[in-house]
């Protein structure tokens, strides 16, 4: 879970995430807080708890820079990500009609940067992140995909106007294309 969240309406907050466990112990000594220890916490039949009763003991004792080291790599991975959302809104901005996004100057992005601005646009019309299979999936399908040099195009002008996700159904039929007139 990210430092904050909303989902449902509600705001997830972990303003302690960044401390050191002894200083967080340190603060609740001294204001006299009550612990609660979640039993479940301690059922390795969850993943999350085999993750931390397990997994990371061995870890940090094969490797004792692990901690600070994750936690170096995914401060990064978080700016990367703030970065690609920047790169695709901008990105987005001139893509995006009454009718959705427009192929043509899509495909005048480069491969990373239209996985990227498609991966975006359909998180905004799904309201939730799209599965990273989908986004693969209709790249590789629409017109001008490194798969589909050497094919005709399929749509030689049009725009992608919507989308929706279907556990079966194939990712062409996820999109649906206006072509543009002749």
Known sequence: MPREIERDGICWSRPWLDREPQGIAAYVRRHR???????SNADARFARNRLR?????????AFPQAEAALAASAA??????ACLGELATLDLKPLIDERGLAIEPWLGLSEARR????RHWLAAQLGRAAP???????????PGSSRQSGR????????????CVGAMTP???????HAAPG
Do not use: F
């Open 33 to 39: 807080l009550r612990h609660i220890e979640d039993d």
């Open 53 to 61: 009763l397990q997994v990371w003991p061995a870890l940090e004792q």
């Open 76 to 81: 990064w991975a978080q700016q990367a990500a």
């Open 115 to 118: 996985t990227n601005a498609l």
């Open 132 to 142: 990273a299979s989908l986004v693969l999936r209709l790249s590789d399908e629409l």
């Open 152 to 163: 005709s195009r399929a749509v030689r002008c049009g725009s992608i106007a919507g989308a």
């Open 171 to 177: 990712a062409r039929n996820h999109l649906r294309r």
